[in-house]
């Protein structure tokens, strides 16, 4: 039965099985990084205020990400697992139960982001008027339609978990279109198109979610079902309680982490407000170029996660073991290509973003100080999902959200110090050196605990 199923990625050449799974994920991940990229571009003529502004807003776009992953992982692994031993009634199960559960979560962050907006953005204590009006808006319109997202983010999870990546890149090929194109008209007012500014800055993002929901699902009618188990899916056939708990159990380690991490990140962006506006948009804009980095080691997470699932279901962990080695090479000489472009080509690179005179040197600080980081947390980011799809979501969570909490005490400590603002990027970059070495540590002892345990029971 396996065998019958073409996403099937627990036979042939290894590098070869990764390769083709993890380039179209590893391209998504890009056109991800294009979509943020191309709004800070055109927002960035609006001024820092915008930049700021949306970049608040957008927090609570990343914060949502936590509960959408809760659905995601959870499915995404147990899919994957129940691929790989060959029974899809049980995959599709688990499929049923991951988008209903996604559109839930999505609807209810939805419904809070769109009436609460103005006490969300409060809490980063933003001292002028402007920057928090264009937070709110922003947050609005792009998290009170977020089911779009989570729908998206879900059904990627799932067409990865068997062996099609090819799918998720085409529609979100289409939606990076669209959203070029709808930018400027929306933003800058192009044409017969007024001039909407941060508001057509959401509503383009909206649009192009609700084009990529469109291709995915229109894929699905179109697939065969033997290939592809989001076909004839019954989404309105409630999932069985136990499917829901077991998405929760191995999905919530991940929620948390996602969360927390994004709950510091916040505390951090109000110490960082503290400096300024050109720091807050500093490290919005900052962190939509380090997805450079990220969004492509995240997406060969991704890809990792699904080989590594379908081949501890099938009980080759040696396969799991190779898969890692070849993912760890490559996702670590990225980040060393993109640490040499943040180093030296700093000034260049935030040029392109800010037009502010005031803003580039600060812009420039960050990039030289976390282009350190990017090999380490390339390979962090790898490690965690290959762990997680090995079934231990626990241990991710746990390392990641202790480590990353440092982040607060150390910057604390180092921005009271000549360092100022400065203080706040080394304690980035210092704990995301320390999460790579140790995931990287953890992969290799999970395996051996698993091969321990598989010899085991052979005897």
């Not at 999870?157 to 279109?177: E, I, M, R």
């Not at 948390?256 to 500093?282: D, H, N």
């Not at 990641?400 to 400065?422: K, M, Q």
Request: proline share 3%.
């Amino acid at each position: 039965m396996e065998k019958q199923f073409e996403g099937n990625l627990t036979e042939g050449p290894i590098l070869k099985v990764l390769t083709k799974l993890a380039l179209p994920i590893m391209a998504s991940a890009f056109l991800g990084t294009a979509y943020s990229l191309t709004d800070m571009a055109w927002i960035g003529m609006l001024g820092s205020k915008a930049v700021a502004g949306v970049g608040v807003g957008g927090m609570f776009c990343w914060f949502s990400q936590g509960f959408a992953s809760l659905a995601r992982m959870g499915g995404q692994v147990h899919t994957a697992q129940a691929i790989g031993k060959g029974d899809r009634e049980k995959a599709k199960e688990y499929c049923r139960g991951t988008m209903q559960l996604s559109m839930i979560l999505g609807l209810v962050y939805g419904f809070i982001c769109f009436f609460f907006a103005d006490f969300l953005v409060g809490m980063f204590g933003l001292t002028d008027s402007v920057t928090m009006n264009y937070g709110v808006v922003y947050l609005k319109i792009t998290c009170g339609l977020v089911i779009f997202s989570y729908i998206n983010y879900a059904l990627t999870g799932l067409y990865t978990a068997q062996g099609d990546s090819k799918t998720p890149l085409k529609a979100n090929f289409t939606g990076l279109v669209i959203n070029m194109i709808l930018d400027p008209v929306m933003i800058l007012g192009i044409g017969p198109f007024p001039k909407m500014g941060v508001v057509g800055a959401a509503v383009a993002t909206v649009t192009a979610h609700v084009i990529v929901t469109a291709g995915l699902l229109s894929a699905i009618v179109k697939s065969e079902e033997e290939k592809n188990v989001l076909k004839n899916l019954k989404i309105m056939k409630h999932a069985k309680m136990s499917i829901f708990g077991s998405i929760i159990r191995l999905g919530g380690p991940t929620a948390v982490q996602s969360m927390a991490y994004c709950g510091i990140s916040m505390v951090l962006t109000r110490m960082v407000a503290a400096f300024g506006e050109p720091a807050v948009a500093t490290q919005r804009v900052g962190g939509q170029i380090e997805s450079v980095s990220w969004n492509t080691a995240d997406g060969f997470a991704a890809a990792m996660n699904a080989f590594a699932a379908q081949n501890y279901g099938a009980g080759k962990m040696d396969r799991v073991r190779k898969g890692y080695n070849l993912s760890a090479i490559t996702v670590g000489l990225w980040g060393v290509l993109v640490a040499l472009a943040f180093i030296f080509l700093p000034v260049q690179i935030s040029s392109v973003f800010f037009h502010e005179p005031e803003v580039i040197p600060v812009s420039v600080q960050y990039l030289v100080i976390i282009g350190i980081c990017e090999p380490f947390m390339c390979v962090e980011l790898m490690a965690v999902g290959a762990i997680s799809g090995l079934g231990n979501t626990k241990i991710c969570s746990i390392v990641s959200i202790l480590v990353t909490g440092l982040r607060i005490p150390l910057a604390i400590l180092l921005s009271s110090t000549s360092l100022g603002v400065d203080g706040v990027w080394w304690a980035l970059t210092l704990t995301s050196v320390t999460k790579g070495i140790l995931f990287h540590l953890i992969f290799h002892w999970q395996c051996n605990k698993i091969e321990r345990s598989l010899k085991n029971a052979e005897k």
